[in-house]
């Protein structure tokens, strides 16, 4: 019987234990060596350097390992071995792609899902990926494709729905992302994520800026994994609605779950401008500024521009 053991934190990963007959092809197996009723027992160290086709669904499997302890090179160095002693099936191409996606490395992702498909062209895990991968490098209608493949061969992900709606705001078309993310919560009606994403193109796009407060409220009532966004969200469209106190509301709940939301703190200060606290929008701006040291929201909102735009009120506070 094989047995695996892992160590996370070494690159020399796993004991496998071999039962076979002794032949002279194993004499690369090196270790302890015992004896059984006509069976030898060799026991092998296995790692991503090790070659011969034996070792391949070992290094398979020591990549599975990585890939959920999210240790991403070490799950491609391992996944890339077995490839290479000849361990075929599609699983293998789309683990390594999801590393590669994990890592950013979205060629690599899109690479190997495509490898996927040739094998298999009804790999519905493969299109996903592949869906995923184009969709973060930008190529937003190959992506709507891929996630359209998905749901055709099974309808029934809620994620596909979600990927294909995200890619749909890449090419602009905000009703169809909103019918499919409109199908994501028919599938989960606590999918935080397509509330999320459904608000965000009620606010942006739409806009429509009721139906996006309900949409951030319900992603905050579910304390979804986008809550930071959610709050910060809810607060521009209090700001577009010039209810300015709802928004300062949120914008400092959400300072206290994060104090170093930088965002926050701009669309703050622009808040109490508008309820005209102008000593409180200084500070704001200012702590905007030392925080946003790569000048993240773009080179309009820099501190001069800041400095330049409330001059009237704010002259002195900025710089």
């Known amino acids: 019987m ?36 006509g069976n030898e027992t060799y026991t ?13 669904p070992v290094q398979y499997k020591i990549g599975d390992t990585y890939l959920g302890e999210k240790q991403y090179v070490e799950a491609i160095k391992a996944y890339t071995a077995a490839i290479r002693n000849g361990y075929t099936g599609t ?4 683990n390594r792609g999801t590393a590669y996606l994990a890592l950013g490395l979205y060629s690599g992702a ?9 094998i298999d062209p009804s790999q519905v895990r493969a299109y996903e990926l592949r869906g995923r991968a184009r969709s973060l490098a ?3 209608a190959a992506a709507v494709t891929d996630f359209t493949k998905a749901i055709e061969i ?32 028919a599938l989960d009606p606590k999918y935080p994520d397509a509330y999320y994403w459904r608000a965000l193109v009620n606010e942006k796009y739409l806009p429509d800026y009721y139906s996006a407060l309900n949409g951030y409220t319900k992603v905050i009532d579910l304390n979804g994994a986008h809550l930071y966004d959610a709050y910060n969200g809810r607060g521009e469209t209090y700001f577009r609605l010039n209810e300015f106190d709802e928004a300062i509301s949120d914008f400092s709940l959400l ?65």
Request: with cysteine; glycine share 8%; net charge negative.
């Open 44 to 56: 092998t160290k296995i790692d991503s350097d090790s070659v011969g086709e034996v070792f391949g």
């Open 138 to 140: 930008g190529e937003y």
């Open 110 to 118: 899109i690479a190997d899902a495509s490898i996927s498909l040739d």
């Open 255 to 319: 300072l206290e779950i994060d104090p170093d939301y930088w965002l926050a703190y701009y669309n703050r200060a622009l808040c109490y401008t508008g309820v005209r606290q102008y000593q409180k929008a200084a500070d704001d701006f200012k702590r905007y500024v030392a925080l946003d040291v790569n000048n993240k929201y773009g080179e309009v909102q820099s501190a001069d521009y800041l400095a330049t735009y409330y001059k009237p009120f704010l002259e002195g506070y900025i710089r």
């Open 154 to 185: 099974a309808p029934g992900n809620k994620g596909d729905y979600l990927g294909r709606g995200v890619a749909y705001i890449g090419v602009a078309e905000y009703d169809y992302a909103n019918t499919d993310f409109d199908k994501a919560i």
């Open 2 to 37: 094989n047995k695996l053991k892992f160590n996370s934190h070494v690159v020399v990963l796993a004991t496998l234990m071999i039962m076979a007959v002794a032949v002279p092809g194993l004499a690369s197996c090196t270790g302890q060596t015992t004896y059984g009723p």
């Open 91 to 94: 699983d293998i191409y789309v």
